[in-house]
T-cell receptor
Framework: DADVTQTPRNRITKTGKRIMLECSQT?????MYWYRQDPGLGLQLIYYSFDVKDINKGEISDGYSVSRQAQAKFSLSLESAIPNQTALYFCATSDFRGGTDTQYFGPGTRLTVL | LAKTTQPISMDSYEGQEVNITCSHNNIATNDYITWYQQFPSQGPRFIIQ???TKVTNEVASLFIPADRKSSTLSLPRVSLSDTAVYYC???????????FGKGTTLSVSS
């Protein structure tokens, strides 16, 4: 969905480096999410934010941190990257209205940690 | 959130109707059911959503029996391009963050 953008799209880095993945959205949604997907597996929720001042840990937050700089921006950091963090990372947004929550995903960032 | 269980994989041929069933035994009264589709190396995209009975859109139908302990995503006359992973999720009225799980990998052959 072009309304949700992720940068970079691909990144190769080395063990121990600090990495930041960025997500921006123009949908005006309050809610933003970071997911990780390993080959052949489903999506695992890393962190989520329901508004600018709200940050919550997901299923697998260890080794990651996030920053919600504005309603439209949500960044994910790996403070000291390790090889088992090699994965496809997705950002998503949603707008919880009318009692339902529909998520819109970005194109993903493929991260390789050597 | 109610835990969901769905088959790991399914196979079909072009032109057939495919039904993927999801079990959610602990669904609460006002919880809703949503299905997403994911192609390789792309983010999931919304397919259909409902609370009860039947919902139909241009892509699929969603059947939910009266007890709501399961739901079935129906894809009419699938094509090769329907090969994807399909996720069943249950959401609640509190807006709790959704959990995707591993989904069902549908493989369509010619």
């Amino acid at each position: 969905d072009a309304d949700v953008t992720q940068t970079p799209r691909n990144r190769i880095t080395k063990t121990g480096k600090r990495i930041m993945l960025e997500c921006s959205q123009t949908k005006g949604h309050d809610r933003m999410y970071w997911y990780r997907q390993d080959p052949g597996l489903g999506l695992q929720l890393i962190y989520y934010s329901f508004d600018v001042k709200d940050i919550n840990k997901g299923e697998i937050s260890d080794g990651y941190s996030v920053s919600r700089q504005a309603q439209a921006k949500f960044s994910l950091s790996l403070e000291s990257a390790i090889p088992n963090q090699t994965a496809l990372y997705f950002c998503a947004t949603s707008d919880f209205r009318g009692g339902t929550d529909t998520q819109y995903f970005g194109p993903g960032t493929r991260l390789t940690v050597l | 959130l109610a835990k969901t269980t769905q088959p790991i994989s399914m196979d079909s041929y072009e032109g057939q109707e495919v039904n993927i069933t999801c079990s959610h035994n602990n669904i609460a009264t006002n919880d809703y059911i949503t299905w997403y589709q994911q192609f390789p190396s792309q983010g999931p995209r919304f397919i259909i959503q409902g609370y009860k009975t039947k919902v139909t859109n241009e892509v699929a139908s969603l059947f939910i029996p009266a007890d709501r302990k399961s739901s079935t995503l129906s894809l009419p006359r699938v094509s090769l391009s329907d090969t994807a992973v399909y996720y069943c999720l249950v959401g609640d009225q509190a807006g709790t963050a959704l959990i995707f799980g591993k989904g069902t990998t549908l493989s369509v052959s010619s």
